[in-house]
C-alpha cells in the first residue's frame, strides 16, 4: 500500500504540491484528477521518484522511500507520449524490465504481456512504426511486464484522438482488473478518471480537495469550482425534502441528495425538453448545435435574461418557444456554504 | 510537462572524476602551455611597446577585415545551399552534402594551394576566398539544421497575407533563421581570424595577420614578448567570439523544442528555382579549386605521384612522400582516439550538468572550445617551454602531435555529440530508471545506444580534420615525423618543379582520403548536430 503524507514539492519558490495526504490500497485504482497545472504529474513524479520531495513522507507498506532511488522502488511508469526506446523493436521495449531484473523467462513473458494489450505477435516490429495506439499499449506492456508493485500512469491516454481514446480507456480499466494492479493514475479528463478508477482524488492548485468514490465525487462535488471542472455551468439555491429537491426551474426526484438548503450544480444534460412541449419553465430557442451523441441547445428564460444550455435527442429550431424540465441525471448538490469563498 | 527535472542523478563524484580527465587534459596541454608562454612575453617586457606600435594595430585591422570579408561570403554563399538542403526535395543532394563538406576538412595548405594554382597573383581576394570556402559549408549545415526544423506554415500564412517571395524570405524566414545564421557566423568568423595555412600559402610576406605574425615572431625573429602580445590580443578577441557564438546557440536550441514535426522540403517552385541555382553555382564554385589542383597534379603524367616515393628535389624531404602519408594516419588515428575519448566524456560531463540544472553551463561548453580559437603556433611553443617538467620529456617524443592535434579535434567531437545527447528526451532515461535501470546503467541502456552512430560521426570528421591539421603541426612535428601538409608546405617553400608536382600529388591523396571517409560519414548520418 502506497502512502503519502503531508507531501510537498516547490518548484523555485512555488509549491507545486502542498501538503498532500493520500493512500492507494493494494488492488487499487486511484485516479489523480485536476485542471493542467493543479501539480497532479508533479505528485506522481515524486511517488515515483523523480521529482525531489521538500516535505513530507512516501511510504510503500512501512518502508520509507526516501531513500529509495527510482529504479529500485519496483513502480512502473507510462508517460502520455509513451516514451518507447527508438533503438529496440517491440519486444526489446517490453522485455527492459526483465533483463533489468535479470529475470528469465522473458520471451514468454513478452508475449504473455502483448496479448494482453491485444498486440499478439508484434515482437519483432519497429516502435516507430507503431500507431499512437499500439505504441502506448507497448508502453503499458512494458511497464507490467517486470510486476510492478504500483503502476503509476501520467495522462496515459491524452495523446490520443477521442474515439481511439474511449476504446482504450474501457480496454485500460479491464486490464488493470485483470492484472490486479495497483496503479495511481493522472488525468485531466473526467470521463477517463471515472472509466479506470475506484477512487477519485481532485486536486486544485496543489491541493487534494476531495476524495472519494467516483460516483460520490460527479454527485456531490466540495465546492463550485470542483464543480465547474466536472461540467456544472449554472448553479442554483435548491431545498431538498424527503428526496426531492426544488429550485426557481422546478422540482426532481434526488433520493441521494441530503435533506435541507443546497445550491444545485446543472451540468448541459440536467435540462431537457418536456415530452409534450408544455409545463416546465419556459423560454426562446437561440441555437441547436449537434454534438456526437446529442443535440446542445441554448435557451434565453422567459422573465429573466438568463441564458441556459440544455440537451435534447433531435436538433430544433432556433427561434421556436421551448418548455424544459429538470432530469436528476445532470445535477450535481453542493453544500449552500461551499458556494462562498469560491 | 515542461518542467521536467532531473531525477536520476549520475552521482557527483562520478562526475566529478570523469570530468577531471578532459579538464585535465585541457589544464596540461592547453592552459599551462598557453600560459607560460604568455607569462615569458610579459616577463621580457615591451608587451605595451607591442600594443602601442601602429603597425600591430594595422595588423589587427587586417585579420578583421579579412575574417569579416570571407564570413560575409561564406553566408551570402552558404544561404542558398542550406535552402537547397533544407526546403528542396531534389536528386544529388546527397552529393551536395558531401562536396561541400570537402573544403571543410581539407587540410589548410591544400585549400590554399588549390587557390594559388587557381589565382597565380593571391592577394586579398585570394585570401578571403580560400577562407570562405573553408565555411561554406559551415553555414550551410549549421541554417540548414534550423531551417528544416523551421515551420513552414508562417511563410505560407505571410504570402496568404499578400507578402511576396522576397519579402516573406526577409520578414519572416530571416529572422526565424537568425540564431543559427548568427551562431554559424561567430564560428567563420573565428576559423577566418585564425586561419593559418591559407594566410601563410597565399599571403607571402605581404599579408599577414594576428596567426601568421605570431608564427613569424616566434619561430624566426624570436620576439617572444612581441608573440606573446599578440597571443593576448587573439585570446581576447576569441572568448567574445565563442561567447557571443554560445548565446546565440542558447537561443537557437530554445527554438529547436518548437519545431513542427511536419517534412518541410518539397520540390521548389517559381522563383524559388533561382536560388537552387544559386546554390548549384555555390557548389560547383567550391569543386573548382579543389578540381584545379587534381588536374594539375596530372599536368605531367604520374611523375609527381612517382616522386612521393623519394624524398623531393635536391632532398627537400627527409623521408619520403609515403613515409610521411604513413606517418599522417597514424598521427590522426591516435589523434582521433584521444579526441573521441576526451570530446564523449566532456559531452558526457556537460549533457549532465545541463540535465541538473546547473547554471553556467555554457562557460564550461565555451572552455573546452577555446582550443578552437588559439593560435596553434602559441601551443605549439608552449609545449616545447613547459612539458620538460613532465616525466619522461614529451617534447622530442612522436606523441606530441597527436596530442596536440586532439587540442583541435575534441571541440568539434564535442559540438557533434552534444546535441545529440541533449536531444535525448530527459522522460526516456526516466522510463528506463523505473523499470530498473540505475544511472549508469540508464548511460549504457539509452544514451549511449542513440548516440552511437554520431560517435561514429565524430570519429570520422575527427579523423579528416587531424589528418589535416597544420598549425601545431608544423610546428611540433620532428623532420622524420612529418605528416602530409606539413611535407606539402616544406615541398611548395621549395624551388622545383618536381617540388610542386609532388606537392599537388599529395594533395589529391589527402582530397581522396577525405573524400571517402566524408562519403561513409553522409551514409550513417544523424540529422542532428551541428557539422
Known amino acids: 500500500m502506497l502512502a503519502v503524507e503531508g507531501l510537498t514539492v516547490h518548484y523555485g519558490a512555488l509549491a507545486a504540491v502542498d501538503d498532500v495526504d493520500v493512500t492507494v490500497a493494494d488492488g487499487e485504482v486511484l485516479a489523480l484528477l485536476g485542471p493542467s497545472g493543479c501539480g497532479k504529474s508533479t505528485l506522481l513524479r515524486a511517488v515515483a521518484g523523480l521529482e525531489p520531495a521538500a516535505g513530507g513522507t512516501i511510504r510503500w507498506d512501512d518502508t520509507d522511500l526516501a531513500d529509495v532511488p527510482v529504479h529500485r ?253 429538470l432530469d436528476p441525471d445532470g445535477l450535481a448538490v453542493l453544500r449552500r456554504d461551499a458556494r462562498q469563498g469560491e | 510537462m515542461a518542467r521536467d527535472r532531473a531525477g536520476l542523478r549520475t552521482s557527483p563524484r562520478g562526475l566529478a572524476l570523469i570530468a577531471l580527465v578532459p579538464l585535465g587534459f585541457l589544464a596540461v596541454f592547453f592552459v599551462w602551455p598557453v600560459v607560460a608562454i604568455l607569462r615569458l612575453g610579459l616577463r621580457e617586457g615591451g608587451v605595451l611597446d607591442t600594443l602601442a606600435s601602429p603597425d ?216 524559388e528555382w533561382w536560388v537552387v541555382a544559386a546554390a548549384f553555382a555555390v557548389v560547383v564554385a567550391l569543386l573548382v579549386p579543389v578540381a584545379t589542383l587534381v588536374a594539375r597534379s596530372f599536368q605531367s603524367g604520374l611523375d609527381g605521384y612517382r616522386a612521393l616515393t623519394g624524398i623531393g628535389y635536391e632532398g627537400s624531404l627527409d623521408i619520403s612522400g609515403f613515409d610521411a602519408a604513413r606517418n599522417s594516419l597514424a598521427a590522426a588515428t591516435d589523434a582521433t582516439l584521444i579526441a573521441v575519448t576526451l570530446g564523449t566524456m566532456a559531452s558526457v560531463v556537460l549533457v549532465s550538468l545541463a540535465r541538473n540544472r546547473v547554471r553556467y553551463v555554457e562557460v564550461v561548453d565555451t572552455a573546452f572550445m577555446l582550443p578552437l580559437g588559439v593560435s596553434a603556433v602559441t601551443v605549439g611553443f608552449g609545449y616545447l617551454i613547459t612539458l620538460d617538467l613532465l616525466p619522461g620529456d614529451l617534447r622530442t617524443s612522436a606523441a606530441l602531435v597527436p596530442l596536440a592535434q586532439a587540442l583541435v579535434v575534441t571541440p568539434l567531437v564535442i559540438r557533434i555529440m552534444l546535441p545529440v545527447l541533449r536531444s535525448i528526451d530527459e522522460r526516456l532515461r526516466q522510463a528506463a530508471a523505473t523499470l530498473g535501470a540505475g544511472p549508469w546503467r540508464v548511460w549504457r541502456e539509452v544514451d549511449v545506444p542513440m548516440a552511437g552512430r554520431s560517435l561514429g560521426t565524430a570519429a570520422a570528421f575527427g579523423f579528416v580534420v587531424a589528418l589535416g591539421e597544420f598549425g601545431a603541426t608544423s610546428f611540433l612535428a620532428r623532420p622524420d615525423t612529418a605528416t602530409l601538409p606539413v611535407a606539402i608546405a616544406r615541398l611548395v617553400s621549395r624551388p622545383g618543379e618536381l617540388n610542386n608536382e609532388m606537392a599537388y600529388a599529395a594533395c589529391t591523396l589527402l582530397i581522396v582520403v577525405t573524400v571517402a571517409v566524408v562519403a561513409v560519414v553522409e551514409r550513417v548520418r544523424v540529422p542532428v548536430g551541428e557539422f
Open chain 1, 73 to 325: 522502488r519496483g513502480f512502473g511508469l507510462v508517460f502520455q507520449d509513451g516514451q518507447l526506446f527508438p533503438h529496440r523493436d517491440v519486444a526489446g521495449n517490453v522485455a527492459f524490465g526483465l533483463r533489468m531484473k535479470r529475470m528469465t523467462g522473458r520471451a514468454e513473458r513478452v508475449a504473455e504481456l502483448l496479448e494482453l494489450v491485444g498486440l499478439a505477435g508484434y515482437e519483432r516490429r519497429k516502435v516507430t512504426e507503431l500507431s499512437g495506439g499500439e505504441a502506448q499499449r507497448v508502453a503499458l506492456a512494458r511497464a507490467l511486464a517486470p510486476r510492478p508493485r504500483l503502476l503509476l500512469l501520467d495522462e496515459p491516454l491524452s495523446a490520443l484522438d477521442r474515439a481511439l481514446r474511449e476504446q482504450l480507456a474501457m480496454d485500460l480499466a479491464g486490464l488493470l482488473r485483470v492484472a490486479g494492479a495497483t496503479a495511481l493514475v493522472v488525468t485531466h479528463d473526467h470521463d477517463e478518471a471515472f472509466t479506470l478508477a475506484d477512487r477519485v482524488a481532485v486536486m486544485r492548485k496543489g491541493r487534494i480537495v476531495q476524495t472519494g468514490p467516483p460516483e460520490e465525487v460527479w454527485r456531490r462535488p466540495e465546492g463550485e469550482a470542483t464543480a465547474r471542472f466536472l461540467g456544472c455551468g449554472l448553479f442554483l439555491p435548491a431545498t431538498v425534502t424527503d428526496g426531492t429537491a426544488t429550485c426557481e426551474l422546478g422540482s426532481v426526484d434526488l433520493p441521494w441528495a441530503p435533506a435541507g438548503e443546497v445550491t444545485l450544480g446543472l451540468r448541459p444534460n440536467a435540462l431537457r425538453l418536456t415530452e409534450n412541449g408544455e409545463g416546465g419553465p419556459a423560454g426562446k430557442l437561440l441555437r441547436s448545435v449537434h454534438r456526437r451523441d446529442h443535440v446542445r441547445l441554448q435557451v434565453r428564460l422567459d422573465g429573466s435574461d438568463q441564458v441556459v444550455d440544455a440537451v435534447a435527442a433531435i436538433a430544433e429550431t432556433p427561434g421556436d418557444r421551448v418548455h424544459l424540465r
Open chain 2, 56 to 271: 600591430v594595430w594595422q595588423l589587427v585591422g587586417f585579420t578583421v577585415a579579412q575574417a569579416a570579408g570571407a564570413t560575409a561570403v561564406s553566408i551570402v554563399a552558404g544561404l542558398p545551399v542550406a535552402f537547397l538542403l533544407a526546403r528542396t526535395r531534389l536528386p544529388g543532394l546527397g552529393l551536395v552534402r558531401v562536396i561541400i563538406l570537402v573544403p571543410f576538412v581539407l587540410p589548410s595548405v591544400v585549400v590554399g594551394l588549390a587557390f594559388r594554382a587557381l589565382l597565380p597573383d593571391g592577394g586579398v581576394w585570394a585570401i578571403i576566398l580560400a577562407n570562405a570556402s573553408f565555411n561554406v559549408a559551415v553555414v550551410a549545415r549549421t541554417v540548414a539544421g534550423l531551417w528544416t526544423h523551421l515551420d513552414r506554415r508562417a511563410e505560407d500564412a505571410a504570402r496568404a497575407l499578400g507578402a511576396s517571395r522576397p519579402r516573406t524570405f526577409t520578414g519572416v524566414t530571416l529572422p526565424a533563421l537568425a540564431p543559427a545564421i548568427g551562431s554559424a557566423a561567430a564560428v567563420v568568423f573565428l576559423f577566418c581570424a585564425t586561419s593559418f595555412g591559407v594566410v601563410l600559402i597565399l599571403g607571402g610576406a605581404r599579408l599577414k595577420t594576428l596567426e601568421t605574425e605570431i608564427y613569424l615572431r616566434t619561430v624566426e625573429l624570436l620576439d617572444l614578448s612581441g608573440a606573446a602580445a599578440l597571443s593576448l590580443l587573439q585570446l581576447g578577441a576569441v572568448v567574445a567570439a565563442l561567447s557571443i557564438g554560445a548565446v546565440m546557440r542558447r537561443r537557437r536550441e530554445t527554438a529547436l523544442r518548437l519545431r513542427g514535426q511536419a517534412e518541410s522540403a518539397r520540390r521548389p517552385a517559381g522563383g
